[in-house]
């Protein structure tokens, strides 16, 4: 056989294998045997492997390749990946249903219940229909660039179907879904796990994190993932008529080769919607993944355009969340753990149960106060309630099974890490009291707790900065604040107990290069009250340096859109105390960035497309589309998702969608890529 009849037959064998893929994992229709189709595939690697240039990039066999990374790239979503409002109140359903009327007044709704799957949400690009790049949520702006493990998952398209009229080689198409272990699938695998004498995995959700976080996709390749796809996030080169509803994407995007929910309801009115919310949950053990809820939303795309969304949501869709699983089991004691505000925690030591798919052997009291209302004993069985993401909770007593001799839980006087007497103080926004150790500069465990956070991978991401080490730092004396951390030496970090050479090194490398981390990381990392990461951010939009932000006073901030009085004072007062002054010097010294990149100044002029907006349609010569984007941005520009009279250029390749119809309607000024360097260089 010459190289042209192979080339011939692998590209047949590449579309069976993928018609036959298609058949099983998007349709679960199955034409072949297990056995035959193992059979085709042989054929393909044994043809690919006797004539190496006739292997296709698509070629099926090319879904498990390269070697393993040294970490994810960065990945820019084009349409921000927007997260759910969610609820577990039916009347908040209601109250939502209400809005959106009142947004569309007269208009008849139409409404799609889905499932809600319990899994991991990614982005999928096809690029004229070929899948070129698969990424997390991320913050919903930037994800991690996970194709490798993406490309492993077999009901991921390489290519996309043609549904005719060249819609499968469409320019841009980028879906958005769900990454999920099937219950049957979780359950082999941990009983694998559990033979090979590896750790088991918690529940599905984390089996999935883990799978697709690995570096080398060998190993995500091993683990039984599937994807169910929920939206559209960009979109070119069809014509808006063809998409006119939720439900009309779907069809295509299953015509596409993509798989869908395998049931939907659609609603025409707020009974059909609770109807479709009640069946949904009866039905949720049929389903192949966990399911955590129902998602609600408006069905025509235009209906969703005029409602718009909020900066973290849209508003013509919601989530509501199926009541939080219980489980009862036995109080075996109480401890106090300190915060890094110093708040004193009861927490509720536990008989090991298994709850929501996790064992549970600890569970939040929140404070004294509750723990009194409930009347919570030592010995006590106790009702524990776990929801999603929220750390499990003792909801209440079993008076009935008491035998007598359960005790009474006195709450400390004292901080048990420092000592030091307790105070009274107001709970998070305004919620009861609490108890608060005043120590703040002394108490070992409010010192682990700011270190911990400063360290943590959502702010400053210092490697092999976790709590063990952190423990020893403290308990050593080594380390009392942040800036302490920058002083350490390697020998100092070697002479701990467990503290190899080869993570002491790791972990000074980590300090070195958080000194170039973004101004908002370090500002969430001083761990002030009130301020997470948001307002973090928000605040370095607003100050073009740490200097400012600290000698504003709380008016000032709370001048600030987004920040509250309670929020500006605590800032302020944190940067009032001499303690915290000196620290920020020495980080100043030890050379860490005070200055802020997100900073958006109005009069800025300098750069060369401040206030301009472009959007991007079609496909560039030479740039991606992020590197466009990259580049206007650095220039001062932004880069919106869709035209309108705001927009300043839009910047157009081969193959445009309908944005580019759009912008000539306008009157837009349309660029090409020549034409946009040159803008650049002036
Ligand atoms: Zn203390």
Same mark, same amino acid.
Request: glycine content about 12%; proline content about 6%.
């Given at each position: 056989m010459d190289l042209s009849e192979a080339m011939r037959r692998v590209a047949d064998l590449s579309r069976t294998i993928r018609h036959h893929d298609y058949a099983y994992y998007v349709l679960a229709q199955p034409e072949l045997s297990d056995r035959d189709y193992d059979l085709l595939y042989r054929k393909l690697l044994d043809l690919e492997k006797a004539f190496p240039a006739s292997v296709l990039r698509d070629s099926p066999s090319?879904?498990?390749?390269?070697?393993?990374?040294?970490?994810?790239?960065?990945?820019?979503?084009?349409?921000?990946?927007?997260? =759910?409002?969610?609820t577990y109140s039916i009347e908040e359903v209601r109250g939502f249903l209400d809005r959106v009327q009142r947004l569309l007044p007269k208009q008849e709704l139409i409404w799609v219940v889905e499932p809600k799957a319990d899994g991991v949400a990614v982005s999928l690009r096809f690029e004229n229909g070929e899948f070129k790049v698969g990424a997390t949520r991320?913050?919903?702006?930037?994800?991690?660039?996970?194709?490798?493990?993406?490309?492993?998952?077999?009901?991921?398209?390489?290519?996309?179907?043609?549904?005719?009229?060249?819609?499968?080689?469409?320019?841009?198409?980028?879906?958005?879904?769900?990454?999920?272990l099937s219950r049957s699938g979780f359950l082999q695998m941990n009983e694998e796990r559990r033979k090979a004498g590896e750790a088991e995995f918690a529940n599905p959700r984390n089996a999935c994190t883990g799978s697709l976080k690995?570096?080398?996709?060998?190993?995500?390749?091993?683990?039984?993932?599937?994807?169910?796809?929920?939206?559209?996030g960009e979109i070119s080169g069809l014509e808006e008529a063809d998409l006119h509803s939720h439900s009309t994407v779907m069809a295509l995007l299953n015509s596409l080769g993509f798989r869908t929910p395998n049931r939907t309801w659609t609603c025409h009115t707020e009974s059909d919607l609770l109807e479709a919310i009640k069946d949904l949950e009866r039905n949720r053990e049929g389903f192949e993944y966990e399911i955590d809820g129902a998602v609600i939303k408006l069905d025509s795309l235009m209906q969703r355009e005029i409602v718009g969304h909020t900066a973290k949501a849209p508003r013509w869709a919601m989530a509501f969340k199926y009541a939080a699983?219980?489980?009862?089991?036995?109080?075996?004691?109480?401890?106090?753990?300190?915060?890094?505000?110093?708040?004193?925690?009861?927490?509720?030591?536990?008989?090991?149960?298994? =709850?929501?798919?996790?064992?549970?052997?600890?569970?939040?009291?929140?404070?004294?106060?509750? =723990?009194?209302?409930?009347?919570?004993?030592?010995?006590?069985?106790?009702?524990?309630?776990?929801?999603?993401?929220?750390?499990?909770?003792?909801?209440?007593?079993?008076?009935?099974?008491?035998?007598?001799?359960?005790?009474?839980?006195?709450?400390?006087?004292?901080?048990?890490?420092?000592?030091?007497?307790?105070?009274?103080?107001?709970?998070?926004?305004?919620?009861?009291?609490?108890?608060?150790?005043?120590?703040?500069?002394?108490?070992?465990?409010?010192?682990?707790?700011?270190?911990?956070l400063w360290c943590s991978r959502r702010s400053m991401d210092i490697e092999s900065g976790g709590t063990v080490l952190i423990r020893q730092l403290v308990d050593a004396g080594l380390a009392k604040d942040s800036a302490d951390l920058y002083d350490l030496q390697s020998d100092q970090i070697v002479s701990l107990e467990r503290m190899g050479e080869k993570s002491a090194r790791n972990f000074l490398e980590g300090l070195q290069s958080s000194k170039k981390q973004d101004l908002w990381r370090l500002v969430f990392g001083l761990g002030i009250s009130n301020v997470g990461a948001g307002v973090a951010k928000t605040l370095c939009r607003s100050f073009a340096a740490l200097d400012e932000i600290a000698a504003a006073d709380a008016g000032q901030l709370a001048a600030i859109h987004e920040i509250g009085d309670v929020i500006a004072?605590?800032?302020?007062?944190?940067?009032?105390?001499?303690?915290?002054?000196?620290?920020?010097?020495?980080?100043?010294?030890?050379?860490?960035?005070?200055?802020?990149? =997100?900073?958006?100044?109005?009069?800025?002029?300098?750069?060369?497309?401040?206030?301009?907006?472009?959007?991007l349609t079609g496909t560039l010569p030479q740039l991606k589309r992020n590197e466009a984007t990259a580049r206007i941005e650095a220039a001062g520009g932004k880069v919106s998702g869709s035209v309108s009279k705001k927009t300043s250029y839009i910047l157009a390749g081969a193959d445009p969608g309908s944005k580019l119809e759009k912008a000539r309607k306008l009157e837009v000024t349309i660029l090409d890529e020549a034409s946009f360097l040159q803008l650049l260089e002036q």
């Open positions: 090319q879904r498990v390749g390269g070697q393993p990374q040294d970490g994810f790239e960065s990945f820019r979503h084009s349409v921000p990946m927007l997260s =759910l409002d969610n991320g913050d919903g702006t930037v994800g991690d660039n996970i194709t490798a493990n993406l490309k492993t998952i077999k009901s991921i398209p390489l290519v996309l179907r043609d549904a005719g009229a060249g819609m499968g080689r469409i320019p841009v198409c980028e879906v958005r879904g769900e990454v999920y690995q570096l080398d996709p060998r190993i995500a390749a091993k683990r039984p993932m599937d994807i169910v796809i929920y939206g559209i699983e219980r489980a009862i089991t036995i109080l075996k004691g109480i401890t106090i753990q300190v915060g890094r505000t110093g708040a004193l925690t009861p927490v509720a030591e536990l008989e090991p149960t298994l =709850l929501a798919g996790s064992t549970i052997s600890r569970a939040t009291l929140h404070n004294e106060e509750d =723990l009194n209302r409930k009347g919570v004993r030592i010995g006590d069985h106790v009702v524990i309630e776990k929801a999603g993401e929220v750390i499990p909770a003792v909801v209440s007593v079993v008076k009935d099974r008491r035998r007598g001799d359960e005790r009474v839980f006195q709450f400390p006087g004292e901080c048990p890490a420092c000592g030091t007497e307790v105070v009274q103080a107001p709970g998070k926004s305004g919620g009861g009291v609490i108890w608060r150790c005043p120590n703040r500069h002394d108490c070992p465990a409010q010192i682990r707790g700011r270190l911990e004072s605590s800032i302020s007062e944190w940067f009032g105390d001499e303690a915290n002054q000196r620290m920020i010097e020495r980080l100043r010294e030890q050379g860490l960035k005070f200055k802020s990149e =997100l900073y958006e100044d109005s009069e800025d002029s300098d750069k060369p497309l401040t206030g301009k907006t472009f959007v």
